[in-house]
Structures are given as structure tokens and as C-alpha cells.
């Protein structure tokens, strides 16, 4: 959260804003400073947009959110194709969105300033290895879907990846490392996601030493603001694209580009658009899409209530199923239009242990929760969307996240997913499956039609992959 730079204002002028602002203990230390010292945290508290970030305080600290009112409706759901009509709707939205990326419209858009807290992971989660035979990493297999696409469709769609200052300089170094895993260099663009700062449970800044604050990635909903701010999104108005897929870096099934998806966006017209799965079982911890007074967004699965996660439609099947895989389509003019007025999202509140130091200048490495970080979330764009499309797909083939170091959700579990995707190319196109494991490269199939095209008799296995 950065104002426009300008003249610097002097060591006496931020000390009374900050005072006026009920946060003047930031500037306790200025005079023990060095003068390097003192610059350089002068120009972070020069940087920070204080009635913003009063505005923002007093929403988090602010008792819970009120609920929702209105009627909470399951959305209407493009389910997955299980019949003809079903199969010849995705067959017309797949021959749009091949149209789309024929044309070099649609830019891909990958997320990954998170700092993977739960993982552990010395680095930013992308470098982790989650190839079940190869260790191929998280940002080669979305790399290698970017790079397959543009070669199948022959336009090169360019490739933003979104980083924080916690992942950036990595970040970089692994695509040089890995000589931008076969990407034309002039096709991958980095833009930085902005920060917000970690407060006490009485809206006070925590400063991380003397002449910093501790400031965290201001959520994956920070994007918005960051393509805006980097430029990315006057870059792609030049460049003739208006379509945004969004996908994160955690999920190695994420299906980028995929033209079906980019079709039923196009062809319905919407802003913003969604993949969802089906939830497991009513307590899934997973947020799920709802229509909560005629809008469409997501309810977190802490607030849909068990009554509600519980109902089940006509057939048995649970009402309020379509748990959010966070992959979306963005209308570039949507994108646009959101950071241009002053809509504002949201933010979210989540309690961490925020290393600090206190009032006597002492360093505290807490053990417990001590601080609130703020955070904004991609889908609260939803309810701002003038349409949107909801998208049903299986989770064995497009779901399997990284976040945890074990158990669900963790390496093993995304590691296993894509064997066993692997396995079941394998036997589709007639292939004895190992009984151990395999694994497919982007660059030789994106899906299981080019998994069978792409076969020959000397691609026996396990391993499958091309450059
Ligand atoms: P998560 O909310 O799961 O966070 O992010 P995380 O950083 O991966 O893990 P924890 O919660 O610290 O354990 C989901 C996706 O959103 C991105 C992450 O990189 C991940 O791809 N993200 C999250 C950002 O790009 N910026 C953020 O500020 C937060």
C-alpha cells in the first residue's frame, strides 16, 4: 500500500501524522537511529497510505462481520459433462477459448507472493519438488503448461507471475536457474504484490526492529492492485489481451488456460468466472460459492453454519457443494474497472505470531498468536462482478494444493494425485498402468485426447515427457 511518490516529508512531519494517527510509537526510535537507518525507515512510513490504513484497522478490529441477511442460495453450477449436451456445451466454450488463445487474448496469471507459513518450506513454494518420478517443481509444471499452450495454438501467451517481497528475488533466480523452463524470456513478466502491516490487538503497528514495521503480502486479493501498479495491465491492453487466468501456485493439477474454461467466460459474458469441486463432506474445511442476496461470492466454511453445509438437493448430493479451487477467469475491463474507482475489497483478519519488538525496545519471538495480519482475498471480487460463470470439475483431475508440510494437503498428497492422473492417461489410452508410479510432462500431454495422440511405441513409461 503505496502512496505516489514525491518530495520526502521530513522526520517531524511523519512524527505528528503518525501521532494524529494513534500510532506515533512507531517513531519512538528515530533518535537512536543511524542516518541510513533513519532514511530508510522514513521512507517506509512515507509510503504508507495512514487513512487507508485506518479505515482498514478499524474494519478488522471492528466486531464480527454482520450475516448476511438475505436468502443464501446454492449458484447456478456449469456442471461437469456427464451426457451429450453436456459434452457438446463444453465442446462449443472449448472451440471459444481456442479461438481466445489462437489470438493471443488471454494472459496467464499466476499467484505466488504467499509465505507458505503451514508448509515450512525454505523458499518460495513453487521451487518445491512435487514430481512424482522427475521432483519436477511447482513453477516448472506451470511454466511447461504456459509454454505447451502457446506452442499448440501457435501465439505466445504471455505469462505474469505475481510475487512479494518475501518471494521475489527467489522467485526470479528459479526461473533463470532453469532457463525459464523453455519460455521465451520476453513472454514472462514478475510484478510485486503490495504489502500491509501487522498490528496489536489494539490497532497498534508492530514494528519488526527499531527502523522497521512488520509488514506481510497483502493476500492473494493484493493482485488486483498489483496488475494495476506494475503496469501489467496497460501492458496487456497493448498487447490484445483481455482475458486474466488466474491460478495459484500451490495446486500443480491447476489446468492453466484451459479453453473450456476461457470459453464459457467468453461466451457468457461474464466478468469473473470460477472452477469449483464438489466437497468431500459437509465439513470440508473449504469455501464454497453462494448466492447470498442475489450475489454471487464465497462463504467461508467457517460461516456457512451446519445447517446449511449439511442440506442436500433432490438427488442426495450436498446443496452447498461448490468448494472453491481458486482458479478464475478475469475480465481485463473488470480488473480495470475495480481498482479504477474506489471499490474496496474487504480485508480479512488472521491471527499469527508476528516476531516484534516492545515497548522497552526489547525483541519478542512469540509463541503464541500476538498480532493480527491483514489480508485481502481474490473472490471478494465475486459479489462486484456484474456476471459470473461457476464451473464444476473434478477434483482428481484439476485440485490437489500444497499447504501443509504432512497429512492432507501436503506434498505427498498433490505428489500422489499426479500419479495417479498419470495412471489413468495410461490406462485410457490402453497402457498397462505401473503398479508404482508415473507421471505425465506438460510438454507431452495437457490432457488425456493429447496423452493418447502424442503416444509412440517408445513411450512405454513411467516416465512420460518431452522438451
Ligand atoms: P494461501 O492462503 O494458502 O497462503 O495462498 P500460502 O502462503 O500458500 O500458505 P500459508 O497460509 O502461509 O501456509 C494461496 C495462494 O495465494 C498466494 C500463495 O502464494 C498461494 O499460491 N498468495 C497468498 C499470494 O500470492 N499472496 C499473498 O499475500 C497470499
Known sequence: MTTEPG??????????RFEAAGQGHVCRYLPELSEVERDGFLRQLAALDLPRLETLIGAVLAAAPADATGAVEPPD???CADDDAGRARDDEARAAGEEYLAAGRVAAFMVAGGQGTRLGYDGPKGRFPVGPLTQRSLFAYHAQ??????????????FYVMTSDATHES?????????????????VHFLTQGTLPAIDHAGRLLLASKSSLALSPDGHGGSFAALSASGALARMA?????????????NPLAPVLDPVFIGHQVLAGAEMSTKVVAKTEPGEKVGVLARVDGRVGVIEYSDLGDELAQERDERGRLRFRAGNI??????????????????????????????????????VEPTEPNAIKMELFVFDALPLAARTVTQEVRREDE????????????PRTASDALADQARRWMGAAGLAPPRDLAEVGPLFALDVEEFRRNLTERDTGPVFDRS
Open 7 to 16: 518530495a520526502q516529508p521530513s522526520a517531524a512531519d511523519l512524527t505528528e
Open 171 to 187: 522467485t526470479v533466480a528459479a526461473f533463470g536457474e532453469a532457463g525459464w523452463f523453455g519460455l521465451d524470456p520476453e513472454q
Open 399 to 410: 485440485f490437489a494444493p500444497v499447504k501443509n508440510a504432512q497429512g492432507s494437503d501436503s
Open 326 to 363: 481458486a482458479i478464475h477467469m478475469l475480465d481485463r475491463a473488470f480488473v480495470e474497472r475495480l481498482v479504477g474507482g474506489d471499490l474496496e475489497l474487504p480485508v480479512h483478519r488472521a491471527e499469527k505470531k508476528v516476531p516484534c519488538i516492545d515497548e522497552r525496545g526489547v525483541r
Open 145 to 158: 503448461r504456459v509454454r505447451a499452450t502457446s506452442r499448440r495454438y501457435g501465439a505466445t501467451a504471455p
Open 77 to 79: 453450477l456449469i456442471e
Open 238 to 250: 497493448a498487447g490484445g489481451v483481455d482475458q486474466i487466468f488466474y491460478f495459484q501456485v500451490d
